[in-house]
């Protein structure tokens, strides 16, 4: 089992940065590629940012190209969000997730999820 606790969200103005972290415990973290999701009030979890087993290969929501940067540090078994250029529509409560396949995937088989962390931005 792995366990992800997510950290770093909370209540910012449009135009504000935030980091998330997520630290990992149980199996080894670098077995697993990591990913980030978010859901908004009234809307299905969506795909945010996946980041490889390595840290070498990085994949991105549309949305988010250019404002949101994906990392992990497999020494300290954290995975990272920096989010940068904060808008309205980046609220929601993100969820830190991780899975094994082949190459990382917009459409992960997601196996162990973290309870997540309230993102707020005010306009």
């Known amino acids: 089992q792995v366990r992800l606790v997510e950290s770093g969200g909370g209540l910012v103005q449009a135009g504000d940065s935030l980091r998330l972290s997520c630290v990992a415990s149980g199996r080894t973290f670098s077995n697993y590629h990591m990913a980030w999701f978010r859901q908004a009030p009234g809307k299905e979890r969506e795909f945010v940012a996946t980041?490889?087993?390595?840290?070498?290969?990085?994949l991105y929501a549309d949305a988010v190209k250019g404002r949101l940067t994906i990392s992990r540090d497999n020494a300290k078994n954290t995975l990272y969000l920096q989010m940068n250029s904060l808008k309205p529509e980046d609220t929601a409560v993100h969820y830190c997730?991780?899975?094994?396949?082949?190459?990382?995937?917009?459409?992960?088989?997601?196996?162990?999820w973290g309870q997540g962390t309230q993102v707020t931005v005010s306009s």
């Open positions: 997730a991780a899975y094994q396949s082949l190459l990382i995937t917009t459409t992960p088989r997601v196996s162990h």
């Open positions: 980041i490889s087993r390595s840290g070498g290969n990085t």
